[in-house]
């Protein structure tokens, strides 16, 4: 890696020794941490390694171990649970009981955090494909677990089932007004970890930015 790897940082251990406990309210459409504006993607997006992706042969999702435990009970799905969603109140086992999340993909609003999936804005199978499955089992679950950048997002279950591990160039949100977010969010992952694009995802990115 010729980047210094973003570290995993622990989220905000929970306080007390109540059965409950409510998490402060984020703002509405609350999100990972913000991704490099137009200019800087653009810039980071050249920098990029164009290549063919590999092959998916030898990729296994348990090759990237997650979710890990991050804080006291809370492993990495439930702290993005609680970062993202509005009002959100957990039981002692970290898993929420009671909160909002509305989906940035999508705009769909929803109560149960079942209806949610944690979304690897870069898939483990694309990331195995463009470099992954040449690094470390340690590197490839700070990956799946990296709180530190745009690569973690709650969205609706059906909506991260139908990208499954669609790189830009074949899926993007149904919300269009998501989509400048979408390429900004897609390219600080593939920067931070020096994984390559192939040349129509490199061209579906350049025209989301477009949109910014």
Not at 6 to 24: D, E, M, N, Q
Not at 178 to 197: E, G, N, P, T
């Amino acid at each position: 890696m010729r980047r210094r790897r973003p570290a995993l940082t622990a989220a905000v251990a929970l306080a007390g020794a109540a059965a409950f406990v409510t998490v402060p309210a984020p703002p509405a459409l609350a999100a990972p941490p913000l991704p490099p504006d137009k200019s800087t993607s653009l810039s980071h997006l050249a920098e990029l390694r164009v290549a063919a992706e590999g092959s998916s042969s030898g990729y296994s999702r348990d090759k990237f171990p997650h979710w890990i435990t991050i804080s006291g009970t809370c492993n990495t799905r439930e702290e993005v649970l609680k970062r993202d969603g509005i009002n959100v109140q957990v039981g002692s086992n970290c898993y929420p009981t009671s909160g909002t999340w509305v989906s940035p993909y999508d705009g769909a609003t929803w109560t149960n955090p079942s209806d949610i999936d944690i979304d690897h804005m870069v898939p483990l199978a694309e990331a195995w494909r463009s470099g992954a499955s040449n690094w470390t089992t340690s590197l490839r679950q700070q990956f799946a677990n990296d709180l530190t950048s745009s690569q973690l997002w709650a969205v609706t279950d059906n909506v991260n089932q139908a990208k499954g591990d669609k790189d830009p160039a074949e899926w993007t949100p149904p919300l269009t007004s998501f989509h400048c977010m979408y390429a900004r969010s897609w390219i600080d992952v593939k920067y931070r970890y020096d994984l390559s694009v192939d040349s129509a995802e490199k061209t579906a990115l350049t025209r989301l930015l477009d949109t910014c």
